[in-house]
């Protein structure tokens, strides 16, 4: 049969007529389309299947569910037959009973989207939701930036550095375990990233030349420097003129235990202390905040501290 016939034969019903109405307005599942016309699923799904013969309907799958919406009206001949079968649904005695019970089901899509969102309202940020982690937002952020040359300062095994790698012109990922550098420095060459350099060195003589980098970045490494006011004072000499500094680390805590435990020498940080070493060290713009705190005891925050050479 000819795409001019299957045209034809689909559009020679009622009830496909209805359909393609209904679906001129959005995309609707069987359900949907079931509820509106208050028929049964077998004939919805015989009429969805001839108008998806013929190209006026496409489907697409989301889970276990199938929405069906008006396929591309291509050519001249497609377009008018729409139009055609549109202007025909109006004229059927079931259209005005169609599109207030499309209004109603709309609505109540809505309604279910909002219920979630009413529900978690001012906690929005510390709910689970599905995709939104940090990892992603951290690869979104780094899509603004301009190909930096950054120095990773106390990188550990890398996490940051590899993310930055992916988008900065170079990164130096400096730490004074040898262990930790052999290890990211073979990640980083099984992973291809030729632009990613480990250093061994200590946070306050970092192995960098000076003057060298657009970025020095401490992610939770200052609490470990024996002397951060000279950890800070390094930074500096390394940067460009106009360069940036930015610090993550533990706002001021009594938990004694993380000496033991997580190897710190300092029990966070004081905001007045973090910005009277960067104004030691030069900085201007200096800008601090308390941007995380967590909910289990013992409820560590944590600081971002930006300043620029």
Not at 32 to 37: F, G, H, K, R, Y
């Amino acid at each position: 049969m000819s795409a001019t016939l299957k045209c034809l034969r689909a559009l020679s019903d009622p009830t496909r007529l209805r359909i393609v109405a209904l679906l001129e307005r959005d995309e609707l599942s069987v359900n949907e389309l079931q509820e509106i016309t208050r028929m049964g699923q077998s004939r919805i799904s015989t009429h969805l299947g001839l108008l998806q013969d013929s190209g006026f309907v496409q489907s697409r799958r989301e889970g276990k569910r199938a929405f069906y919406r008006l396929g591309p009206a291509a050519g001249t001949m497609a377009g008018e037959l729409r139009q055609l079968a549109i202007r025909g649904a109006g004229e059927l005695s079931g259209h005005a009973d169609d599109q207030v019970n499309l209004k109603r089901i709309l609505a109540r899509r809505r309604a279910q989207a909002q219920v979630y969102f009413n529900q978690v309202a001012g906690r929005f940020d510390r709910v689970y939701g599905p995709g939104r982690s940090w990892e992603a937002f951290g690869h979104l952020l780094l899509r603004i930036l301009p190909p930096l040359v950054v120095a990773d300062l106390g990188a550990g095994e890398g996490l940051l550095s590899e993310l930055l790698a992916r988008r900065c012109r170079k990164v130096i990922a400096v730490d004074n375990s040898r262990k930790i550098v052999a290890f990211g420095a073979a990640k980083a060459r099984r992973n291809n990233m030729k632009n990613l350099e480990f250093r061994l060195g200590d946070l306050q003589d970092p192995p960098v030349a000076p003057a060298s980098v657009d970025l020095a970045i401490l992610s939770q490494a200052l609490h470990h420097a024996q002397d951060p006011a000279r950890a800070i004072a390094s930074a500096a000499r390394i940067l460009k003129p106009g360069g940036q500094i930015m610090i993550l680390d533990l706002a001021r805590h009594r938990f004694e235990r993380a000496r033991k435990l997580y190897g710190d020498h300092w029990l966070g940080f004081a905001e007045s202390e973090l910005h009277r070493w960067l104004e030691a060290a030069g900085f201007k713009h200096i800008e601090i905040s308390r941007v995380a705190r967590e909910e289990a005891p013992p409820h560590f925050e944590t600081l971002l501290a930006a300043a620029q050479k």
